[in-house]
């Protein structure tokens, strides 16, 4: 497993480009530590509340299905297209990840099926499963977040990454797009909330937009519903 000695810190210069990678992880970081938080609550005691949350990791499992097949259609392709073998160590760790999301469904699914004496151990057993596969995620994602951008960066300009990150964007379907809005808005820094609100004002009709606006109020803290609205009004 890596360690954080792996991981060197971002130059000013890479820092400052654009990231396809950090605004959906800062998401998805929030999403499966939430799912973590619950499922570590969770002994089967209150079967409405263990039912919710079965629920909730089937769809984060999901989500997570789905980021992946994401990266690898628009992402790694990109990579592979001017770095030939440059997504090859994640593409193997993706493989990994499906692994382990079918073999955590598939133990969520049984204990479902169990009776209530049977159920906190299968819960702490599903808790310790989903730890580890949480931790790998974290380390992965920030492997992406360097290595790929590293790659990516080298390769492209900024116009194109934002043009290939509108292009994967685009091609994700309304229900699951819904899914990462409520992620991804509350977890992103102020700065990059304003240029997401920024971005979508320039290509939405201003109805829509009004409407994604008053999502995104029903998600944040006041304050920072406060200076959205302000810096978007500038």
Request: glycine share 4%.
């Amino acid at each position: 497993m890596a360690s954080i000695t792996e991981f060197a810190p971002q130059s000013t210069q890479t820092a400052t480009r654009f990231n396809l990678y950090q605004a959906v992880h800062k998401g998805l970081r929030a999403m499966l530590a939430d799912l973590l938080l619950n499922v570590g609550r969770s002994d089967g005691h209150n079967a409405e509340d263990s039912a919710r949350r079965l629920a909730q990791l089937q769809q984060v499992l999901q989500l997570c299905r789905c980021h992946l097949q994401h990266e690898e259609q628009h992402l790694h392709r990109a990579m592979e297209a001017r770095a030939p073998g440059s997504s090859a160590d994640r593409d193997a760790e993706h493989q990994h990840h499906l692994a382990e999301i079918a073999a955590l469904q598939q133990q969520a699914t049984a204990l479902a099926a169990l009776p209530a004496q049977a159920q906190p151990t299968a819960w702490q057993l599903l808790y310790g499963r989903l730890s580890l596969f949480v931790a790998d995620n974290f380390v992965h994602m920030l492997q992406e977040e360097q290595a790929n951008m590293a790659v990516l960066w080298a390769h492209y300009s900024d116009a194109e990454l934002i043009e290939l990150h509108d292009v994967l964007v685009a091609g994700i379907a309304p229900e699951e797009m819904a899914h990462w809005f409520r992620w991804i808005v509350p977890h992103i820094a102020h700065g990059e909330r304003v240029a997401m609100f920024a971005g979508m004002r320039q290509g939405m009709p201003p109805d829509i937009f009004a409407q994604t606006l008053a999502q995104a109020g029903s998600l944040l803290p006041t304050q920072d519903w406060c200076q959205l609205q302000q810096a978007l009004a500038a």
